[in-house]
């Protein structure tokens, strides 16, 4: 270990950490220098539990051999060719095993860096699209409170989260939001909870009579809102959304940068819930979190209407990113798809669902916890402020790494979303832990 801990001499200050408490971070540094399966190391040498699939991104584990092997094959092979107007063999072959893992109308990938990139870019498409099709003035999005699309000037208006606004002015115009869906009615539930789905989608309906369906592009959601707390949607809540965008002519648009790739217990929240949208994003576990890299999927009719008013010869579509479809990330993307096929992982973590949110139902008998919820192998556990919101949740986070586990926490809310191959005797280890801390808060 004296090689990792020689790694962190650096000074702290340089480096302008996200979404971090930068000042505190560095009187209380947490460095994690090395992973390996469920576990991270810091730079003393410390074991953690990683309850978190490094941040949703790595459900198979980290340090995976067939990832690394995969990668490192790509940089030797090719590392890089110009996005645009070139191609690498291994976009195609990717964008062809999404198109047959997606649910069958979304067969068009668009790739992209970052999950704040495959938002924009998905909201963008549904702006053109309209316009091709003689609607442009159907600019307006409906987003949704407590929702988190990433932080660009649009993923941030559409955004529902107030801190990740409150700096930064207007954003963009035309945006509306609907009402959250974590209602007191379903409080302490683990699944869908009975109540109020179609009242609170009936939101999009009363936004529609507000400003006239013939100014609104797209509705987007996240299927299960991850950032703010595993917001799990009510019973009929996504059907009704579904319904409602039919009938106006609006596009749905799922973005499923945590949902994607397995966290339900099947390959996309919109398989678990039976909606599909007309465009779905996706990050995170598309590499297992080894390279970054984002993709948008598209209904193949929806590509087919830009594509048909441009020139044979032109350019349909005037958006791309430098790294869109970076041939290392392909790689990655590849082998994690090979990887989730041939170990059965989707199926693993369906197996783990049932006893994971067995567990976080059991926090319910703590004192200072107020709410629990889950889907799949995502949870939360809702803590009761203490004097000022945010601490309670903030000593949570700090106590559970200096004792060995990696959590994350959004306010006095802690989540967890375990690796598929986490077995019952690791759970048992966090939930302990989580157990023992929170008697200290
Ligand atoms: C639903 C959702 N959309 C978008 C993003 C933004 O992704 P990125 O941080 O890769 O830009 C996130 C990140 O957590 C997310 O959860």
């Known amino acids: 270990m004296s090689d990792v801990a020689s790694r962190s001499n650096a000074p702290l200050f340089h480096h302008w950490m996200p979404f971090t408490a930068n000042r505190q971070f560095q009187e209380s540094p947490r460095i994690i220098a090395r992973a390996e399966g469920i576990y991270y190391w810091n730079t003393k040498g410390d074991r953690l539990l990683d309850g978190i699939s490094g941040l949703y991104t790595t459900p198979a584990g980290h340090g995976r051999k067939e990832i690394r092997d995969a990668v490192a094959r790509q940089v030797e092979e090719l590392d890089y060719a110009p996005a645009f107007q070139f191609g690498v063999p291994e976009s195609f072959r990717l964008a062809h095993e999404l198109a047959q893992m997606l649910p069958e109308s979304l067969n068009r990938v668009f790739f992209a860096g970052s999950g704040s990139e495959a938002v924009e870019t998905a909201l963008k498409i549904a702006v053109q699209y309209h316009r091709v099709r003689g609607q442009g003035q159907r600019q307006r999005f409906v987003g949704r409170a407590r929702a988190y699309h990433g932080v660009n000037f649009a993923g941030w208006s559409v955004g529902g989260m107030v801190k990740n606004r409150e700096a930064f002015g207007l954003g963009l115009p035309g945006v509306s939001h609907m009402r959250h869906t974590l209602v007191p009615e379903n409080k302490f539930i683990m699944g869908q ?51 409602i965008c039919d009938r106006h002519g609006i596009l749905l648009i799922f973005d499923e940068v945590i949902c994607g790739f397995g966290r339900t217990g099947h390959p996309f929240a919109a398989n678990a819930f039976g909606v599909t949208p007309d465009l779905l994003t996706m990050a995170k576990a598309i590499t297992n979190g080894s390279v970054p890299m984002a993709a948008v999927a598209v209904r193949e009719d929806v590509q087919q209407a830009i594509f048909d008013v441009a020139e044979p010869d032109t350019i349909e579509f005037f958006h791309g990113y430098t790294y869109s479809a970076h041939p290392v990330a392909c790689a990655a993307a590849l082998a994690t798809l090979k990887m989730y096929r041939d170990h059965d992982m989707f199926a693993l973590g369906a197996a783990l669902a049932p006893s994971f949110l067995e567990r976080i139902a059991s926090m319910r008998d703590m004192p200072a916890v107020i709410d629990t919820r889950g889907f799949g192998l995502l949870g939360a556990v809702d803590l009761a402020p203490g004097e000022k919101p945010g601490i309670r949740g903030f000593m949570v986070l700090q106590r559970c790494f200096e004792q060995g586990l990696v959590l994350r926490v959004t306010g006095d809310t802690i989540i967890f979303a375990p690796m598929f191959i986490t077995q019952i005797d690791d759970l048992d280890r966090m939930f302990k832990l989580l157990r023992s801390v929170l008697k200290t808060v």
């Open 193 to 243: 909870g009975e109540h109020c789905g179609i009242d609170l989608a009936n939101d999009l309906q009363r936004i529609i009579d507000l400003h006239g369906a013939d100014t609104i592009a797209a509705c987007i959601v996240e299927p299960i809102a991850g950032s703010t707390g595993v917001l799990v949607p009510p019973k009929g809540y996504l059907e009704h959304l579904r319904t």
